[in-house]
């Protein structure tokens, strides 16, 4: 506690109450700075509130993260408890949802992965929240950007990963059932809130929606699994980890490390300074292979680059800075859409010289040199950090023909056949740029093809089918990064005909 007094600050108007608190805008009368006021009347708290103030207050003390709201100050006199914060001027996700009724999983996702910022942030250390929900998650805004921050620490303690707590804690909407059911939980009670959360972004309600907490009660108890909605239609990626945070039994929901190692919420690409170099690092690869007409490096380094430029334009608070990212992006956008056209021609022409050969990959590995590249499964994002890779494949370099190993297995196995069938669709599909359909088209056949790496087949075809599965996996991909470019500058479009209608 600092020297400061609560007369030091003029209290102006009330942003809301808790349980045994009231919220006000103030301003520092020395230095005009708004802030936020937390005040506790000490006649009206128990023994309990106590211990939740004094917890808070430690734990805010500690806690120093973009995306978890800053103390700055506690004060007390005779009648109260204040706790002097920093000020968020877009209010709390509830309304923003409140306002908007449903959200677009893009704006969900970018809303998911600051919040998954500050979770890991906590969990480095044992810190878990206990009561998230959109009310206690604030926004920020600067020059059209949110910045969400993760709020109210009342509820909040220290637990390590194996530690389980009984006291029930948290909003009955956004509660654990193993909270509600059993009295006894640990920290992936935070992961529930985080899928109920979710849910409400997407779908405009949570999934326990009722009237009275006694429907609540009923609906929990009844054990039956949350239905997903196919209305408004989300991604099969997004789907996937809605359903493995909302496991009703904590030892099949999704683990933290899983949680923020997920593909979908992709905190490698989040906007970061050391992000930002990868990037630049990347295009500068990208560009020094296409000088050396490596194009099929260069394409795949373009792509890698966007993967990170594209977060960080949107996270740049500064308008005249995410002007000159935006454009930046466009041209890398354009410059890898140019060599993939120029890369399918190329391979075309080869084709029609070599008949026996048939186009199956427009997208090649930089080190396939008449076979598919080698590799394991993670290879695609390992590739990733690096500044552009082996930054091989001359775009005249032939392309795999179908491995006789493969085609073995295909004849005995209806789901390679199917999943071979749908892969080399999806090339076509590439091939012509119709990139959400060969995005689609890639994931149906890496879902039948993956499994069957699993099952018992020889060695050498196993390799084999290893290897179509890590190309059509990075394949995948540099389409995600591309149309993720794309869909930015169709965003960047729309607002500039509906001035900010869409968080970036």
Not at 127 to 144: E, F, I, Y
Not at 233 to 254: A, E, F, K, N, Y
């Amino acid at each position: 506690m600092s020297e400061a007094k609560i007369t030091e600050y003029k209290l102006l108007e009330r942003l809301g109450s808790g349980t045994y608190a009231i919220v006000y805008r103030a301003m520092k009368k020395t230095t005009k700075e708004i802030l936020a006021v937390k005040v506790m009347a000490k006649s009206k708290l128990s023994c309990t509130a106590m211990d939740n103030i004094i917890s808070e207050i430690s734990l805010l003390k500690k806690l120093k993260h973009r995306h978890i709201v800053e103390m700055r100050d506690f004060l007390w006199d005779e009648e109260n408890i204040y706790i002097l914060m920093e000020y968020c001027d877009a209010g709390n996700l509830s309304s923003y949802i409140r306002q908007h009724r449903t959200l677009d999983e893009g704006t969900c996702k970018r809303f998911l992965q600051q919040l998954a910022l500050a979770l890991r942030y906590m969990r480095q250390h044992d810190v878990s929240h206990l009561d998230l929900k959109p009310a206690n998650l604030l926004l920020t805004r600067a020059s059209g950007t949110y910045v969400l921050k993760v709020g109210d620490f009342g509820f909040a303690q220290r637990l390590k990963l194996n530690q389980e707590n009984t006291a029930v804690k948290g909003s009955p909407l956004y509660m654990a059932p193993e909270i509600l059911l059993n009295s006894s939980y640990g920290p992936a009670a935070d992961l529930w809130s985080v899928g109920v959360i979710l849910y409400e972004c997407l779908f405009g309600r949570a999934p326990y929606s009722s009237t009275s907490l006694h429907e609540l009660a009923e609906r929990i108890h009844r054990n039956d699994p949350i239905a997903i909605p196919c209305r408004p239609p989300i991604s099969t990626d997004c789907r996937q980890l809605l359903v493995s945070l909302l496991q009703r039994d904590p030892g099949r929901r999704i683990s933290f490390d899983k949680f923020f190692d997920d593909p979908y919420l992709d905190l490698a690409h989040v906007a970061c300074e050391e992000n930002l170099e990868k990037a630049i690092a990347l295009i500068n690869r990208a560009i020094e292979l296409e000088q050396r007409q490596e194009l099929a490096g260069a394409y795949r380094a373009y792509c890698q680059g966007l993967q990170y430029f594209v977060p960080i334009t949107r996270a740049e608070p500064d308008a005249g800075k995410r002007q000159l990212l935006r454009q930046r992006v466009l041209t890398y956008l354009n410059r890898a859409e140019a060599l993939k056209q120029h890369i399918y021609a190329t391979t075309q022409t080869e084709q029609q010289q070599q008949q026996d050969v048939p186009a199956v990959s427009v997208l090649k590995r930089p080190d396939e040199k008449g076979r598919s590249g080698a590799g394991n499964i993670n290879s695609s994002s390992s590739s990733k950090e690096g500044s552009g890779g082996d930054g091989g494949g001359r775009a005249s370099d032939k392309l795999a023909a179908p491995e006789p190993g493969i085609a073995e297995l295909a004849r005995d196995n209806e789901s390679i056949a199917r999943g071979l069938e749908i892969g080399w669709q999806a090339a076509k599909e590439a091939s012509e740029n119709k990139l959400d359909a060969a995005l689609d088209s890639y994931t149906s056949a890496l879902s039948l093809l993956i499994p069957v790496l699993h099952q018992d087949i020889p060695a050498g075809q196993k390799r084999v089918l290893r290897q179509r599965v890590v190309q059509w996996m990075e394949e995948a991909e540099q389409i995600k990064s591309i149309r993720s470019a794309q869909i930015m500058q169709e965003m960047e479009s729309t607002e500039a005909n509906h001035y900010g209608c869409t968080v970036q």
